[in-house]
C-alpha cells in the first residue's frame, strides 16, 4: 500500500522563524505535491514537482519555497514565517497514468507561527 | 479564481437518507473528476471519480452523476450511514497538462443516527 510520512507532525514557531517540513513517499511515485488546508478554501496546492530536481508552482506559492532532493523527499521551507502560514499542510504522491492520478496523502503537519 | 465550486458547504441528513452533494467548474477542458473524503482529523482519500466520457459512475451506495453540458456533477450517497460523516472535495484535473488536482472547498457532511 502507498505510503506518504511527514515530519513534524506539529510545529510552533515565531513570526520571521524558518520551518523546513518533511515529506517521504515508498510508492515510486514520480509526482509530490505539497498543499495547504484552510477552513473555507479546502485544499490548495503550494508547489509540486514531477522527479528529483524539478520544482513547479502551484496556486498559492508566496512565502514558501520548495525543494526536491531525490524522488523519495520533497521539503517545504518557510524562510520568514508569517501568521498568515498558520495550517495544515499536506504532503501527497502519484503516478498520472494510474487510477485518476489518485493522489496519496500523508498525515499532514499542524503549523502554527505565533 | 475559484475553478471548482461546491455546495452545500454543509449538509445534515438522517440515516438512511440520501445525501447528495454539488460540485460545478469551470474549465471544459478539465477530464478527469474524482471526490476526495476526508474524516475528522485524518487525511483526504480518493472515494471515487469518473470521466466525462460516462454520464453516471456506481459504486456501492456512492453515485457520481455527470452534465456535461452543464458543467455540473453531484455526488448522491444513498442509505446515508454516520459512519458517512466526512467532508467531501469535489476536484478536477486536466490529464494533458500538469495532472493538478483542483479541488473545491468542500462539503461537510453529517449523517444523524
Known amino acids: 500500500e502507498a505510503a506518504v510520512t511527514q515530519s513534524p507532525r506539529n510545529k510552533v514557531t515565531v513570526t520571521g522563524g524558518n520551518v523546513t517540513l518533511s515529506c517521504r513517499q515508498t510508492n515510486s511515485h514520480n509526482y509530490m505535491y505539497w498543499y495547504r488546508q484552510d477552513t473555507g478554501h479546502g485544499l490548495r496546492l503550494i508547489h509540486y514537482?514531477?522527479?528529483?530536481?524539478?520544482?513547479q508552482i502551484g496556486d498559492v506559492p508566496d512565502g514558501y519555497k520548495a525543494t526536491r532532493t531525490t524522488q523519495e523527499d520533497f521539503f517545504l521551507l518557510l524562510e520568514l514565517a508569517s501568521p498568515s502560514q498558520t495550517s495544515l499542510y499536506f504532503c501527497?504522491?502519484?503516478?498520472?497514468?494510474?487510477?485518476?492520478?489518485?493522489?496519496?496523502f500523508g498525515p499532514g503537519t499542524r503549523l502554527t507561527v505565533l | 479564481q475559484q475553478q471548482v465550486r461546491q455546495s452545500p458547504q454543509s449538509l445534515t441528513v438522517w440515516e438512511g437518507e440520501t445525501a447528495i452533494l454539488n460540485c460545478s467548474y469551470e474549465?471544459?477542458?478539465?477530464?478527469?473528476f474524482p471526490w476526495y473524503w476526508q474524516f475528522p482529523r485524518e487525511s483526504p482519500a480518493l472515494l471515487i471519480a469518473?470521466?466525462?466520457?460516462?454520464n453516471k459512475k456506481e459504486d456501492g451506495r456512492f453515485t457520481i452523476f455527470f452534465n456535461k453540458r452543464e458543467k455540473k456533477l453531484s455526488l448522491h450517497i444513498t442509505d446515508s450511514q454516520p459512519g458517512d460523516s466526512a467532508t467531501y472535495f469535489c476536484a478536477a484535473i486536466l490529464s494533458s497538462g500538469s495532472w493538478q488536482l483542483i479541488f473545491g472547498s468542500g462539503t461537510q457532511l453529517t449523517v444523524m443516527p
Open positions: 514537482s514531477y522527479g528529483a530536481g524539478n520544482l
Open positions: 474549465d471544459s477542458t478539465f477530464d478527469y
Open positions: 501527497a504522491s502519484s503516478d498520472p497514468g494510474q487510477n485518476y492520478a489518485e493522489q496519496f
Open positions: 469518473i470521466r466525462p466520457v460516462s
